[in-house]
């Protein structure tokens, strides 16, 4: 297992793994699929906030993070995204991923990374719990997807 920052040429693998979520869960709201390009350019413009997960030389999962909210107040809280495909799930990538991601962001400045799960996702709300995320906040039926409505669950770390 290795983690590293992600390089343009990461975005197809990254893709697959995104899009895979976006098409078959409602861990994620949204359904509009990921292109490779657009992927490319926000690890570009990330740079060393964007990491990816390898097995075996493969890109099983990544991690990143950006704004949280616009405006100067707020450039210190920070919303994070991990996902891992699904023969990286249960092999403590996801906790690596997020140990590696909380030390960059913690050498940025960041104060707080917040989470935004999804209640259909109650392996992400324990895995978060985990790593001493808490839970600040649920908005009642605020997504809709594949004709559901879906709570979205706050949960923050205070890093630094």
């Not at 390009?37 to 099983?60: C, Q």
């Not at 839970?135 to 879906?150: A, I, S, T």
Request: hydrophobic share 40%.
């Amino acid at each position: 297992m290795t983690i590293r920052q992600a390089r343009p040429e990461d975005a197809a693998a990254i893709a697959e793994i995104t899009n895979a979520i976006i098409r078959d869960t409602l861990i994620t709201f949204t359904s509009d699929l990921k292109q490779p390009e657009a992927i490319a350019s926000t690890i570009e413009a990330r740079g060393p906030r964007y990491l990816v997960a390898e097995l075996e030389g493969k890109v099983v999962g990544f991690a990143t993070y950006g704004p949280f909210r616009s405006g100067p107040g707020y450039v210190h809280t920070q919303e994070h995204t991990v996902q891992l495909g699904p023969q990286a799930r249960g092999r403590g990538l996801g906790r690596a991923l997020m140990q590696r991601l909380e030390q960059v962001a913690r050498e940025h400045g960041v104060h707080v990374l917040v989470a935004g799960i999804s209640d259909a996702n109650p392996q992400g709300i324990a895995f978060h719990a985990a790593l001493g995320f808490v839970e600040v906040g649920r908005m009642p039926e605020v997504g809709h997807k594949q004709g559901q409505w879906l709570d979205l669950v706050l949960m923050q770390n205070i890093i630094s």
